[in-house]
């Protein structure tokens, strides 16, 4: 018994240990060979002879009453239960830690080598027009992969800012924390459709499967089916669980090309966010649920399209109407389709920054993720009722994931930054923030959050030199008033603040309440807190973990608008 289990010990050392220190195989090859050829000489021994104070003597020699074969039976005992403690600790060592570092490649974290991201394909047709139908596509295999439970999908925020992108394959997978990219071109000339399609494992740059597809555009649904197939299959043997059949959510349930490419084109021009555009986008979604009025994802993002013209490019009685018009589309989303993820994490969104519904919207957010547990959007939403409630660990928990499932989307950056400085982790913060805005050079918000922070950490230097840094744009007048704040000049100070609410009055409420607090003006933070509320600020769900409101926490009157928000009231505490 003690030679077997110190003999497998023996031998799991030499096999686990030994190539982390280049020993050859052959030596490995040795030790095996020298333990099996030892075990008869071994039982032999134990036959014949016995350990004695006085050394090795052969059991005939020993008179019996002399023989202290019980006592070194006790202490054989003990030194079978030495061996056999340590045999279990090197199982548990080679289970759970050893086999994991031997098994994977240096930089692959558990589950990466079923990572991919679809990049968008290129338009090989040389018409600019086209260049929706590639984006669809693409965007279409992006879901149909997503569909399987063993595959991380990037998703098309991240993927497609490598668009035409000169970078190669190793470093784009790096970024996009990926071990597989799908790449290809798409051509549409009249009634046929050419896609050229190649799976790329980054660790070599080498093509792990690649095909052309050559069919008539009537076969569009069948097609991205059989590359999805395809797809899979190639990376079946790298996968630890087999991946069910594509289910490509954005087809019109009716079949309907043109109410297909309908709701393609409105996409387009939806996700350019622009004024002009937008209009566009609803016009497009509305002539593709004319098409086919089951068409439940073009409710979805003919909803987005009006939420986003009531919220960013409208006032008055046009920006209600806009609301009125997009809660309709969106209830007929969720009527023709409840199990659409999509629409519930739109609904949470609207639900907190229209209705201040926060059980509600918790309600559908968790909704979202339970249908969709790897997208972005949805553990988005989750992340951010939960800070906007005050549960700020469990609010980053899933504002990490929403990160990791698409890393490129600036949004989450802002939203994390707000909550891990909630949390009392500043210097995380900073470097979310500023993660961001190397991303997003141009993100005038994610800058202004950043100079907050500088200010409130008693660097009025490096928030004024934030502030200058801004590229022109909406947020720079924001910014600058901002680092104006930390200066020593009163009279610009309050003259830049001025200049700033005849403009920006309507859109940056809650700002401008975050910048009295930092002039510490009672008075006017509640009275632009109330601007807020009235405007539907979606700032003021950073309200209960936002430090520019700190010292205001104990007012009577932070507790009568946290009221008049549903937001629980504050502890007075510290945040």
């Not at 924390?177 to 051509?187: A, K, P, Q």
Request: charged share 20%; net charge negative.
């Amino acid at each position: 018994m003690f030679y077997a289990g110190a003999a497998w010990l023996l031998v799991q050392i030499a096999t686990q240990v030994f190539p982390f220190f280049d020993i050859p195989n052959s030596t490995v090859r040795i030790v095996v060979i020298a333990v099996l050829l030892c075990f008869p000489f071994a039982m032999l021994f134990s036959w014949f002879y016995e350990w004695t104070p006085q050394g090795i003597k052969r059991e005939t020699e020993i008179v019996a009453t002399e023989s202290i074969t019980r006592q070194t039976g006790k202490k054989l005992d003990k030194a079978i239960i030495a061996v056999l403690t340590l045999v279990v600790f090197v199982l548990l060592l080679n289970q759970f830690l050893l086999h994991r570092v031997v098994s994977e490649p240096a930089g692959v974290a558990d589950g990466a080598l079923k990572s991919i991201a679809v990049l968008p394909l290129s338009n090989a047709s040389g018409d600019k027009d086209q260049q929706y139908f590639s984006d669809g596509l693409s965007e279409d295999l992006i879901n149909a992969l997503s569909q399987s439970s063993a595959l991380k999908v990037i998703a098309r925020g991240s993927s497609f800012r490598f668009r035409d992108s000169q970078e190669d394959a190793k470093t784009i997978g790096s970024k996009l924390g990926v071990t597989h990219l799908l790449e290809g071109s798409v051509r549409r000339f009249g009634e046929q459709v050419r896609i050229s399609a190649e799976l790329v494992d980054i660790a070599d740059g080498h093509a792990l499967w690649s095909q052309h597809f050559d069919r008539p555009y009537a076969d569009l649904f069948k097609l991205e089916d059989d590359i999805t197939a395809a797809v899979v299959a190639a990376l079946s043997a790298r996968l630890t669980a087999r991946a069910p059949a594509a289910d490509l959510s954005e087809r019109p349930p009716g079949g309907s090309l043109q109410a297909y490419n309908a709701y393609q084109q409105g996409k387009f021009y939806l996700q350019r966010f622009t004024k002009e555009d937008t209009p566009k986008a609803i016009s497009w979604l509305e002539q593709a649920i004319q098409l086919d009025p089951q068409y439940a994802i073009a409710y979805n993002e003919l909803a987005y399209g009006w939420f986003s013209s009531a919220l960013n490019y409208l006032d008055g009685t046009k920006a209600a109407e806009a609301m009125t018009n997009g809660r309709a589309a969106l209830d007929r989303a969720l009527q023709l389709r409840p199990d659409l993820a999509a629409a519930h994490a739109q609904r949470a969104n609207l639900l907190a920054i229209e209705d201040f519904d926060w059980s509600g919207t918790e309600a559908e957010a968790r909704r979202a993720v339970e249908l969709a547990p790897n997208n972005s959007a949805a553990l988005r939403s989750l992340g951010i009722v939960l800070g906007a409630t005050g549960r700020f660990d469990q609010s980053v928990q899933n504002l990490l994931l929403a990160r990791d499932a698409d890393p490129l989307e600036t949004t989450t950056y802002l939203w994390l930054h707000g909550f891990q400085l909630a949390r009392g982790h500043d210097a995380e913060a900073e470097q979310t923030v500023r993660k961001g805005m190397e991303l997003q050079p141009s993100n005038g918000l994610l800058r202004y959050y950043l100079a907050l922070q500088q200010f409130l950490e008693g660097d009025r230097t490096g928030a004024q030199a934030t502030a200058e840094q801004t590229p022109p744009g909406n947020w720079r007048d924001l910014l600058l008033t901002l680092g104006s704040q930390a200066g020593d000049d009163r009279a610009a100070a309050d003259a830049a603040l001025k200049k700033l609410i005849e403009k920006e009055a309507g859109f940056s409420a809650f700002q401008i309440a975050e910048i009295y607090a930092l002039r510490q003006q009672p008075d006017a933070v509640f009275q632009w807190l109330e601007r807020a509320r009235e405007n539907h600020d979606p700032g003021l769900q950073f309200l209960l973990g936002d430090r520019a409101f700190e010292a205001y926490r104990t007012d009577p009157r932070f507790a009568v608008f946290c009221k008049s928000v549903n937001l629980p009231p504050p502890t007075g505490q510290k945040i």
